[in-house]
């Protein structure tokens, strides 16, 4: 059974991107627009990997990270966050949050699909 | 009517509690408990003011001029205002330079003169000896109507009784003013237990008279208005026309006015509590409100019981006595021994104070310095002199007390309470010219004062106390004629209308022409003969210029001495303990041990002749110090180099002060300009990481389907013409974005190049419609443009307004349903003299926390459907740059669901705004919006 990966971003032509690339890689794919509807589908069913924006309406990335870090069920669960925001410290900011990666936008796609293998022991 | 025994008794008794808290007082001060650093009791012990006269006599006065009694408690209570200029520097020169009383003061500002003290000395026993009598026969006579009321005329067989209680109450008052009175030779070290004593009593007093005052106001009458009633129906009363009536006229309640004003600061007794006895300047402040209040509240009553008095006895028993009369007419006993006690408490408070006043003027102004000119006393001599000054002070008090009493046994009796005490008014009121004058004018010399003192008293002399000897019949037939017809019949030279001026009463004429006298001969010689040798233009200038220098760096001596010189000197009056303590500290003040043999720096010498000041008078201390000290005293001119070197230090310092406020000011300013900078600085790099958030954002969707269209050769056609749409539209954006991050950083740095022409905003909207029709077109969206007004001119750039027009199209049909979108341009008339251009979409609406920043850059709505191009986040600020700049503003109203409506008013062109040559300038505006919403922070 194939791994699935939750894509969550505001911007729907980079979803658009993420999804086709991860499908492409052989993963299942869903998606989320913000932070609300990210944790929704995380209730649902848990993902093998959630590929994260930071800057969305409605909690941004890195508080639907803490939430997945402080609830005990999806603490295990790889987040990779994907941002605009390219300086230092917001990198740190993200991997204080709790992200095991953190990719910044605009990302070479290669780089994406060989993240996601890496963080699930592929 | 009271037994004399239980009269006896009482009085014994209040006089123990008095003897005990004196002494407990004292005691706790020993221990460093004082009870006088506190500025109640500094207030009440100068309630002191009010003695036995006010008990009895106030009464006695209101029945024969109504309100005239309240003039001797308004003179105090308008110099009480004036408390914290005068008193406060009388009280910092006194403390300064050890002086201990009026006469001391005197002598010590017009150049340490002996002949100045000794004289201001005798007029203030002249001023209190009958004062001293006064308070006597009150307590004598209302001892003998608490005995024999209702029978008040007494008969020549109660004459062994009466010189025995008034001689017992002396000898009383003896013991008491010797005890806490001489328990220190240094006359500035403060008599606790006396002050504290003196304010117990004035609390009595007080509760005694407000409870005859109820009593009568509220017991024997039903209040007041009952009391005022039944007085205004009385015929004996309405002759009188006690509340209307002016006796003496205005310049009799003037003089009185004056004259109470000064007896407040002049009175020895006065001068004691209130200068020698203060122990904190700020006490000050507290007493120039409350004891004002005192005065108020002690004279409540006086005319209910002058008109109580009047209704009940009339004639029949004399006025000053009706305190007392009043309770026992109604067999109020024990009300009436009360009243007794409050004024006994008068009298005694008043007398003790006095007589220690006197006394150590009598002792430091007359009696050492008489001394000092023997040989026996001169300087060579080793003997221990401070036994001497004590002892000479113990017997001056009981030589005062004796005289009072002396006066008090030959003609006290025969005048009123009243008038004896407004002759020793006008006699201390001798002192006001030259203390008040020598205060605030360097230019009053030594020979004026001497000279207005003189005039002053002998006036006095003439004027009212040789008249009051002759009315005591003293002087035989020359004290008839003197009353009748003037000195051996010179009728200008009467006594009491000295030439001619007859109109006053004796004593406003007394005050006038004394005064008149001593203000002349002391302005007059001082402007006249001006020269004054070193030591008073010295002292002159250290008295009027007190609060600018610093003590410590007043030096007058430059002649040599050594320590142990001084030391002995001291020693012979303070004691060898307490001098070599005293050298002792100064060496410790100047870093080292000194030792006897050394020279003594100025500074000590100097400080040793403050210290006899206190013991021996100021005179008396130079005259010492002058005689061991080899060599003179430094000039004027010296003196004021060394205290001129001072306040140039002082100004220095002062100058060093302003600078570095001035340096702090601009510290401070230097850094909220720092912080606003900072600010700034903050906004630009939210700014960066905006614009550089919004860039990165399409860039990687292109790179991302770039790549993937590269990776992905073999892809279907629909997909790959999906992408690449995706890819085109995201670059669109991209310089779209470019574009107006470029707008925004032109309109902010400045809009100098902007064209500034009318433009018909109403053909402009028409030319933007058209301009953008392929958007609309695209999306099939309706937009309908309506011009309401002809007159649609405004001011402004065509470009900018064109873009701001564009910018609110787009934005407009960015937030509508495609096919469904409806969308109006208005242009119409605004507020006032404004020209309107509204937009209106029937897009999802704003909610009102989006309607508050939609106009901040970047700010982007938040629920937007997802799939929509979003804005750059930068148009409606680009808006509202341009009409800000235009003078204008612009605003959105909208209802979540029903749309939305953008507006934007601009002046119309030619009203006022068509002198205008340039537009708003941003920098300045951006600059005035950051320190405004720096300085709320």
């Known amino acids: 059974m194939s791994r699935e990966i939750l894509i969550v971003d505001d911007e729907a032509n980079i979803v658009l991107s993420l999804q086709f690339l991860m499908r492409q890689s052989g993963y299942t794919v869903r998606t989320a627009e913000d932070g609300e509807q990210a944790l929704a589908a995380l209730r649902e069913h848990l993902p093998d990997l959630v590929l994260l924006d930071v800057m969305m309406p409605r909690r941004d990335g890195y508080e639907v990270c803490q939430q997945i870090r402080q609830t005990p069920e999806w603490s295990h669960l790889p987040v990779i966050m994907l941002t605009a925001k390219g300086r230092e410290v917001e990198r740190e900011k993200g991997l204080a949050m709790g992200a095991d990666d953190y990719i910044t936008k605009p990302f070479a796609t290669q780089e994406v699909v060989d993240v996601v293998r890496r963080h699930l022991g592929e | 009517m009271l037994a004399p025994w239980v009269v006896v008794l009482a009085s014994s008794l209040y006089v123990a509690l008095l003897f005990a808290i004196a002494y407990t007082a004292d005691k706790l001060g020993d221990r460093g408990h004082s009870l006088v650093n506190n500025p109640y009791v500094y207030t009440l012990s100068i309630a002191v003011y009010c003695t036995a006269w006010t008990f009895y006599g106030s009464v006695g006065l209101a029945t024969e001029s109504g309100l005239a009694f309240l003039t001797i408690y308004l003179g105090p209570t308008l110099m009480a205002l004036l408390w914290w200029v005068v008193l406060r520097k009388i009280v910092r020169i006194s403390k300064l330079y050890r002086l201990t009383s009026v006469a001391d003061f005197i002598a010590a500002r017009y150049g340490k003169s002996m002949q100045l003290g000794a004289l201001a000395a005798i007029i203030a026993l002249f001023g209190t000896t009958p004062y001293i009598a006064l308070q006597l026969q009150a307590v004598s006579s209302s001892f003998d109507v608490l005995l024999n009321f209702p029978q008040t005329q007494l008969d020549g067989s109660g004459w062994w009784l009466l010189e025995d209680k008034a001689l017992y109450v002396v000898v009383l008052l003896a013991l008491f003013t010797i005890l806490f009175g001489t328990r220190h030779i240094d006359a500035t070290e403060r008599l ?28 024997l009458f039903s209040g007041p208005f009952e009391l005022f009633r039944q007085a205004a129906a009385d015929p004996r009363i309405q002759e009188l026309e006690l509340l209307t009536s ?108 006095a007589t220690i ?65 407004l002759i020793a008014f006008v006699a201390v009121a001798q002192f006001a ?27 006095w002399l003439y004027t009212l106390l040789l008249p009051s000897l002759a009315e005591a019949g003293v002087l035989g037939h020359f004290g008839l004629v003197l009353l009748a017809d003037g000195p051996f019949g010179i009728e200008w030279l009467h006594p009491h209308a000295l030439f001619g001026l007859g109109d006053f009463d004796p004593i406003a004429h007394a005050f006038f022409w004394s005064m008149l006298v001593n203000l002349s001969l002391l302005i007059g010689l001082s402007l006249l003969r001006p020269q004054q040798t070193d030591i008073e233009r010295i002292q002159a200038a250290l008295f009027v210029d007190v609060f600018l220098r610093s003590e410590r760096d007043a030096r007058f001596w430059q002649g040599s001495a050594t320590v142990g010189d001084l030391q002995n000197l001291l020693a012979r009056f303070l004691g060898y303990e307490r001098a070599s303590a005293i050298v002792h500290e ?15 720096h100025p500074e000590l010498v100097h400080h040793i002749e403050r210290l006899l000041a206190g013991s021996i008078g100021a005179a008396s201390a130079r005259v010492m110090v002058s005689s061991i000290v080899k060599g003179e005293a430094l000039s004027y001119e010296g003196v004021m180099e060394i205290l001129d070197a001072t306040s140039r230090a002082i100004e220095y310092s002062r100058r060093l002060e302003q600078k570095s406020w001035q340096l702090e000011k601009a510290t401070r300013e230097l850094r909220d300009a720092n912080e606003r900078l900072k600010e700034v600085d903050q906004l630009k790099d939210e700014f960066v990481s905006m614009v550089s958030h919004e860039l990165r954002t399409p860039l990687t969707s292109i790179r991302a389907f770039g790549e993937i269209l590269l990776n992905n050769p073999e892809m279907d056609t629909g997909q790959r013409r999906e992408f690449l749409e995706v890819v085109v539209r995201e670059s669109e954006r991209l310089t779209r974005l470019i574009n107006q991050v470029l707008d925004l950083s032109k309109i902010e740095s400045g809009s100098s190049e902007w064209q500034l022409e009318e433009v018909d905003l109403g053909r402009l909207a028409r030319e933007a419609a058209e301009a953008t029709q392929q958007l609309f077109t695209d999306r099939n969206t309706r937009l309908e443009v309506v011009i309401e007004s002809e007159q649609t001119a405004v001011k402004g750039d065509p470009d900018r307004l064109m873009q701001l027009v564009i910018n609110l199209l787009s934005n407009a049909s960015k937030f509508t349903e495609p096919d469904y979108g409806e969308i109006e341009l208005r242009v119409g008339d605004g507020h006032g003299d404004t020209v309107r251009l509204a937009v209106t979409d029937n897009g999802p609406g704003i909610s009102a926390e989006d309607q508050q920043r939609i106009f901040d850059k970047f700010h982007q709505v938040s629920d937007l459907q997802a799939g929509k191009p979003k804005g750059s986040g930068l148009g409606l600020a680009i808006c509202r740059l341009i009409t800000d700049a235009h003078w204008g503003r612009i605003w959105v109203e909208s209802e979540p669901g029903a749309g939305a409506t953008f507006s934007c008013e601009l002046p119309r062109a030619g009203g006022e705004h068509s002198t205008l040559t340039g537009f708003v300038d941003f920098a300045e505006r951006n600059a005035a919006r950051l320190s405004g919403s720096g300085a709320a922070r």
């Open chain 2, 192 to 219: 606790e237990g006396m002050v504290v004593a003196v304010a117990f009593e004035s609390i009595v007093k007080l509760v005694a008279f407000l409870a005859i005052g109820i009593f009568v106001t509220f017991i």
């Open chain 2, 246 to 353: 002016l006796p003496g006229g205005y310049g009799s309640w003037i003089a009185m006015l004056a004259l109470s004003a000064l007896a407040i600061l002049f009175l020895p007794r006065q001068w004691q509590v209130s200068v020698v006895e203060n122990v904190d300047e700020a006490h000050i402040r507290t007493a120039s409100w409350l004891f004002p209040l005192y005065l108020l509240v002690i004279n409540l009553f006086v005319l209910p019981i002058a008109l109580a008095g009047m209704i009940y006895f009339g004639d029949w028993v004399p006025a000053d006595t009706y305190v007392l009369a009043l309770p026992l007419a109604h067999d109020q006993n024990a009300l009436g021994l009360l009243v007794y006690i409050g004024g006994f408490s008068a009298a005694t408070g008043m007398a003790i104070v």
């Open chain 2, 357 to 421: 006043a006197v006394a150590i003027m009598i002792s430091n102004d007359i009696v050492v310095p008489a001394l000092l000119r023997l040989r026996r006393f001169s300087s060579e001599q080793r003997g221990d002199l401070a036994r001497l000054v004590v002892t000479i002070r113990r017997v001056v008090i009981c030589a005062i007390l004796a005289l009072g009493y002396l006066y008090y046994l030959l003609i006290a009796d025969l005048f009123a309470l009243v008038s004896i005490g």
């Open chain 2, 433 to 459: 010219p030259p203390v008040l004058l020598g205060l605030f004018w360097k230019g009053a010399c030594r020979r004026g004062a001497l000279a207005g003192l003189c005039g002053g008293f002998l006036i």
């Open chain 2, 586 to 600: 100064h060496g410790e003040y100047r870093g080292r041990r000194l030792s006897e043999t050394e020279q003594a």
